[in-house]
C-alpha cells in the first residue's frame, strides 16, 4: 500500500511539475489543479444542488442590467483576446495544420502565453451563465450540453495553460473567442431589443461551424508525419469535437427544424413545466 501511495505522490509531481512548462507556474489557478478542480465541483453542486435548493421558494431575480453588464464584459475581453491571438499568431506566422508550441523566453511566446491564460480565465467567468439561470430559475436552459460544454472548458484550457500554452490548439481559442464576440453582442443586442431572436439559429449554426474547424485541424495533426506539436492532442480532441458536432446538431434540429416542422403541421409548440405541450 505504502508503495503504491508512493507511486502516485511521485506521478503526480512528475506530471504537474516536470512535465508542465515553467513559463505558467506562477499564473494564478495553474500551479497545480486543485484550485481548477474545486472550481468545477463547486459549480455542478451550485448548478445541480445548492443553487436550485437556495430558489426554491424564491422568486427569480431580475438581473437584466447585471446581465447586460456581464455580457458586454464578455465581449471586450473575447475581442481582445481574439485580437492579440491574430496579432501574435495568425497573422504572424501560424500554420493551421501543424504549430508547435514556442517554449522559450522571447517576448513573443511570453505573451501568447499570457493570453493563453487570459483565455482559461475568461472559461472561468463563463460559468457565470450558468449562475444566471440559477437565480432566474431558468432551468430548461440549464441542459446537459451546456453545463457539459462548460466543465470540459474550463479543465480543456486549464490543460492547455499549464502544458501547451500556445501552438497548434490555440485556434480553438482564437475562434472561440470569435464566435463568443458574436454570441454575446447578440445576447446584449437582444436584451436590448435591438436584435431580433431568430439571429440565435445563426450563432448556433457558427459554434457548429468552430466545432468543424478545430476537428478538421486535429485530423490534419494526427494525418502529420512530422509535427512539433504533441499527436495525443487529436486522440481527445478529435472524437471530443465529434461529440459536441452531435450535442448542438441534435439542439440544433429539435430547436429550429423539428419545431419549425411541428409548427407548419399547426401544432405550436408550448414549454410548461419543461415540457412540449401542444395545442391543436
Given at each position: 500500500m505504502a508503495t503504491l501511495v508512493r507511486r502516485i505522490y511521485y506521478g503526480?509531481?512528475?506530471i504537474n511539475e516536470e512535465l508542465a512548462g515553467i513559463e505558467t507556474k506562477d499564473y494564478?489557478?495553474?500551479g497545480s489543479p486543485w484550485g481548477c478542480l474545486g472550481i468545477m465541483f463547486f459549480y455542478l453542486y451550485f448548478v445541480h444542488e445548492l443553487g436550485p435548493n437556495i430558489m426554491a421558494k424564491r422568486?427569480?431575480?431580475n438581473l437584466d442590467r447585471i446581465v447586460q453588464l456581464y455580457n458586454l464584459i464578455q465581449i471586450v475581453m473575447?475581442?481582445?483576446?481574439?485580437y492579440k491571438a491574430m496579432t501574435l499568431a495568425w497573422l504572424v506566422d501560424y500554420r493551421f495544420y501543424c504549430e508547435p508550441v514556442d517554449f522559450s523566453y522571447n517576448l513573443r511566446a511570453l505573451e501568447i502565453t499570457r493570453i493563453v491564460w487570459i483565455?482559461?480565465?475568461?472559461k472561468i467567468l463563463d460559468l457565470i451563465d450558468t449562475i444566471f439561470f440559477v437565480l432566474r430559475k431558468k432551468e430548461n436552459q440549464i441542459s446537459f450540453l451546456h453545463v457539459y460544454h462548460h466543465t470540459g472548458m474550463i479543465f480543456g484550457s486549464w490543460v492547455a495553460t499549464k502544458f501547451l500554452p500556445g501552438g497548434h490548439i490555440s485556434f480553438l481559442g482564437t475562434i472561440n473567442c470569435f464566435v463568443h464576440v458574436v454570441m454575446y453582442t447578440h445576447y446584449l443586442a437582444t436584451s436590448l431589443r435591438i436584435s431580433k431572436p431568430w439571429w440565435k439559429k445563426h450563432v448556433t449554426q457558427l459554434q457548429i461551424t468552430q466545432f468543424c474547424l478545430i476537428l478538421v485541424q486535429f485530423i490534419l495533426l494526427a494525418c502529420s508525419e512530422k509535427c512539433g506539436f504533441p499527436k495525443?492532442?487529436?486522440a481527445v480532441m478529435i472524437p471530443q469535437n465529434l461529440f459536441m458536432i452531435v450535442l448542438f446538431g441534435d439542439f440544433y434540429y429539435k430547436t429550429y427544424i423539428k419545431k419549425r416542422?411541428?409548427?407548419?403541421n399547426g401544432i405550436t409548440p408550448e414549454l410548461s413545466n419543461g415540457k412540449v405541450k401542444k395545442n391543436q
Open positions: 503526480y509531481r512528475y494564478f489557478l495553474i422568486k427569480p431575480f473575447c475581442a481582445y483576446v481574439f483565455y482559461f480565465m475568461l495525443w492532442t487529436a416542422k411541428t409548427t407548419k
